[in-house]
């Protein structure tokens, strides 16, 4: 049985403070998210550039529409779908994307539970920050996962507990200091604000609210969904695989595979990166997060199988391959430039060298481009790795 009350209370939340609160603007939102691009995020997933643009997306749990709005400016050839159970920040996801021109979009006023109502199946579901606040998760997740179309993404944003911590014991704090007000979203910020400014400076929670949050948090809309927030589940590993597991649906990965890499931590002692051989890829994992729990936040892909993927080990494959440039960077054409997660990237001479053959050029192959200029095979890995370049196959 859904737990209706909690329903409600985060719907109330959400009435109160519209979430996110980013401004409406009367153009295209500026940058891009790779995870919203269906291009770049099923090239992550497969190593290829899909066949085909045409596709459906949904937005599940949209909020006022932020990520909804880039979904449809960053995929020109899909109809994007985007539900929620809060009405009052429905009316602003509608006046967000009307303003900017996102105009491949409807809205549905429901919850998650309910989404077999929408008719037909979805290529991408993008769901953030949405499922850890049901009062069900697994159930949730069910839902859309039977949404899903074979070989279609599903793209999660979930909370970690480890990084959350001290966010966990303000949650408590206000809490009990509200007692029977609790419920009243405004007297939780009011409480809350005056806790962070009467404790000690050098207080641990405060600290990190001052290193992590204060800059977002000076909006109440920010501090309420952190802090007074009625229904939420934060993951460790062993739970969040728990919660994909009982989707039905394939892993496929992890979406900032830049934290998931042991060597980062332990790469400088040999014995111990062997031992880490001996682990299954869900210990692999644990100990990345206990070893550095700074995570905040799981972000990754589902899949409903088949899903095809391409390996491009092999030198003959690769070299047969039409390259093309990641529409999801930012400063091109320039030796220093933006990757898809706005992290700087140096290029050197032959690299940038490259990146300008693929410019524009949607028949040459690689093979062809190296036999012009001094790169290797291995530094097109590299870009390729870098998600700087979209491959598909010869």
């Given amino acids: 049985m859904i737990n209706q009350d909690k329903i409600a209370a985060v719907q109330r939340l959400y009435d109160t403070y519209p979430f996110p609160p980013e401004p409406l603007l009367d153009e295209p939102p500026p940058g891009y998210n790779w995870r919203w691009n269906w291009v770049t995020a099923y090239h992550f997933c497969t190593g290829q550039k899909p066949q085909r643009q045409d596709i459906r997306i949904l937005d599940a749990g949209c909020g006022t529409g932020v990520g909804t709005e880039y979904l449809v400016h960053l995929n020109p050839q899909a109809s994007v779908v985007g539900i929620d159970v809060s009405g009052g920040a429905l009316d602003v996801a509608r006046e967000r994307c009307r303003r900017s021109g996102a105009n491949r979009v409807e809205f549905h006023h429901q919850s998650l539970y309910d989404v077999a109502q929408i008719e037909g199946e979805f290529d991408l579901i993008n769901s953030v920050g949405v499922l850890h606040h049901l009062p069900d998760p697994i159930r949730g997740i069910q839902a ?15 909370y970690a507990e480890l990084g959350r911590w001290e966010i966990q014991l303000m949650q408590e704090a206000i809490a009990l200091l509200q007692g029977d007000k609790r419920g009243d979203y405004r007297d939780g910020v009011s409480v809350g604000r005056q806790l962070f400014a009467s404790l000690p400076e050098n207080n641990r929670i405060v600290k990190r609210e001052k290193e992590r949050w204060s800059w977002e948090n000076q909006r109440d809309e920010c501090f309420a969904d952190m802090y007074v927030h009625p229904q939420e589940v934060d993951y460790n590993i062993q739970t969040l695989f728990e919660l994909i597991d009982a989707s039905g649906l394939e892993f496929v990965g992890f979406s900032n595979p830049r934290y998931w890499d042991i060597e980062r931590l332990v790469g400088k002692n040999p014995e111990l990166m062997e031992r880490t051989k001996g682990l299954s890829e869900r210990q692999l994992y644990r100990l990345i997060e206990v070893l550095d729990p700074e995570i905040t936040h799981y972000e990754f892909f589902l899949t409903r199988p088949p899903l095809n993927k391409i390996d491009w080990s092999e030198d003959r494959v690769l070299l047969a391959a039409i390259p093309e440039l990641s529409p999801c960077m930012n400063g091109w054409p320039s030796q220093s430039i933006f990757d898809g997660d706005y992290q700087v990237v140096q290029l050197s001479e032959t ?23 001094e790169l290797g095979i291995e530094e097109v890995r590299s870009l390729l790795k870098r998600q700087l370049i979209l491959l598909t196959p010869g």
Avoid at 144 to 158: D, E, M, Q, S, T
Avoid at 352 to 363: I, R
């Fill in 144 to 158: 859309l996962a039977g949404k899903l179309a074979p070989g279609g993404l599903f793209h999660i944003f979930v």
């Fill in 351 to 373: 690299e940038f060298g490259f990146l300008q053959a693929c410019d524009g050029n949607e028949t040459v192959t690689v093979g062809e481009i190296l036999q012009r200029g």
